[in-house]
């Protein structure tokens, strides 16, 4: 899901998240970083002799948004909030449920195993 998209000059960086933290930015419509993120991670490009960072910041908890900022040598160019995918919610609730019954699963079989 397209979360932001920043301009300099005649150029488009955008930046894309799946539900399953798959952070994606594009340069011109040309993916130039992909990266696994949990609450947040810097992707770095180069644009023109310009080396810019773009840093997400995902706060889960509360308002639930993500904080994008373009930054130039450090300094912050443009900052974007936007509100997280609801979805994204959902996906990772269900898979914690997955993984706490497998979980508990395992424990059984293990305490009938050693229990004999």
Request: hydrophobic residues 40%.
């Amino acid at each position: 899901m397209k979360y932001a998209e920043f301009n300099i000059d005649t150029n488009k960086i955008e930046f894309m998240n799946s539900p399953f933290g798959i952070e994606s930015v594009l340069l011109n419509g040309k993916q130039i970083s992909k990266k696994f993120s949990f609450s947040g991670i810097t992707h770095n490009l180069n644009l023109n002799s310009q080396n810019l960072t773009l840093e997400s910041e995902y706060k889960q908890f509360g308002k639930r948004e993500i904080k994008i900022e373009l930054k130039e040598n450090g300094k912050v160019l443009e900052t974007k909030i936007v509100e997280a995918d609801k979805k994204q919610r959902i996906y990772w609730m269900a898979i914690g449920i997955f993984i706490g019954l497998l979980g508990f699963k395992l424990g059984l079989l293990l305490i009938q195993s050693i229990s004999g």
